[in-house]
């Protein structure tokens, strides 16, 4: 499966975007996924997690109550929309699936087998 992840861009604190992450391949449904953020000279961490049903998420307590992922299997898309943005948030997000049969949301960056090549989310102050 190869992953395109979309919608990132520069915006000011306080704003929101909706990020995208187009699986092409087999269909999405069959993967567990989610995002990943790296910021300059740190390592990737875990942003948010979805299970393939898409009826149990998980998400890192610093974006908890302000980013949402949702997937449309349909389409073969999984969302990360993000609002309440802070400057902190700046970062390279990547999309990535993982092909475990488990409903359980995968917070763990070597739980995945793939991964999109990242899309910039830049947060001014």
């Known amino acids: 499966v190869q992953l395109q992840a979309s919608g990132g861009g520069l915006v000011q604190d306080g704003d929101s975007l909706r990020l995208s992450c187009a699986a092409s391949?087999?269909?999405?449904?069959?993967?567990?996924m989610g995002w990943f953020r790296q910021a300059p000279g740190k390592e990737r961490e875990f942003v948010a997690a979805?299970?393939?049903?898409?009826?149990?998420?998980s998400y890192a307590d610093s974006v908890k109550g302000r980013f949402t992922i949702s997937r449309a299997n349909a389409k073969n898309t999984v969302y990360l929309q993000m609002n309440s943005l802070k400057p902190e948030d700046t970062a390279i997000y990547y999309c990535?699936?993982?092909?475990?049969?488990?409903?359980?949301?995968?917070?763990?960056?070597?739980?995945?087998?793939?991964w999109g090549k990242g899309t910039q989310v830049t947060v001014s102050s």
């Open positions: 990535a699936a993982s092909y475990q049969v488990t409903e359980v949301p995968l917070t763990g960056p070597t739980m995945y087998n793939y």
């Open positions: 391949g087999r269909t999405s449904s069959s993967y567990a």
């Open positions: 979805i299970s393939r049903s898409g009826g149990i998420t």
